[in-house]
C-alpha cells in the first residue's frame, strides 16, 4: 500500500495546475498496480517466473509501456509530464521492493533480465501477500518499516521543498521581481 506514497508526493511538488486530478489517480493505481500479479499464484504461476510475483509487472519496461500506452489513449494535457509521472509512479514500485527484506527480488530488467534485484541496503520489512497475514503482529512490524523508510522521508522532504518554494515566492514578491 505505501507504493503510493510515490504518486501522492509527486502529485503535491507538482501541483493541480501541472498535473490534472484523474492523471493523479492513475499515478497511484499504476504505483499498486505491478502486484496485480499475484493473481499468477492462483493459476499455477511460481513467484520465480517470468511473470510470477515480483516479475514482469515490477520492470522498468512494463512500467514504461504502461506509461506510454496510457498517454497515447488518453492524451493528457501536459503529455510529457504526465507521462513521466506514470512511468515513475509505476517504476518506483519495482525499485521500492528492491529494498524490503524477503521473498525475491524484482525483475527489474525483465525481458532483458529475469534476474531477481535486491537494493544493497534492504531496510524495509516485506509485506505479507494476503489480507489475514497483513492484519498480525507482522503486518504491524511492516506498517512501522514503511512509516520509518517511507512515508517519513518523503514527508519531510515534500514540507522541505514545498516550504522552499513558499520562502523563494515571498521572497520575490518583497524584492519587486514576483514572478507568478
Ligand atoms: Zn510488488
Given at each position: ?176 521581481t514576483a514572478q507568478q
Amino acid at each position: 500500500m505505501s507504493h503510493a506514497a510515490i504518486p501522492i508526493a509527486g502529485a503535491l511538488l507538482l501541483g493541480r495546475s501541472r498535473l490534472s486530478l484523474p492523471v493523479i489517480a492513475t499515478g497511484i493505481v499504476f504505483s499498486m498496480f505491478p502486484d496485480a500479479d499475484v493473481i499468477g499464484f492462483r493459476f499455477g504461476v511460481d513467484y520465480a517466473d517470468g511473470w510470477g510475483h515480483r516479475g514482469a509487472t515490477h520492470s522498468l519496461l512494463f512500467a514504461a509501456a504502461a506509461a506510454l500506452f496510457t498517454v497515447a489513449l488518453v492524451r493528457p494535457q501536459r503529455y510529457v509530464l504526465a507521462g513521466l509521472f506514470l512511468f515513475i509512479s509505476m517504476a518506483s514500485h519495482g525499485l521500492l521492493d528492491t529494498l524490503t527484506n524477503g521473498g525475491l527480488g524484482a525483475a527489474l530488467f525483465w525481458p532483458l533480465d529475469e534476474t531477481r534485484h535486491f537494493a544493497p541496503l534492504t531496510p524495509i520489512a516485506v509485506s505479507p501477500i494476503g489480507i489475514a497475514d497483513f492484519i498480525s503482529a507482522r503486518g504491524i512490524k511492516v506498517l512501522q518499516s514503511e512509516v520509518i523508510w517511507i512515508w517519513t522521508p518523503l514527508t519531510i522532504s515534500v514540507a522541505m521543498i514545498l516550504g522552499l518554494k513558499h520562502w523563494r515566492v515571498k521572497w520575490l514578491q518583497r524584492n519587486g521581481t514576483a514572478q507568478q
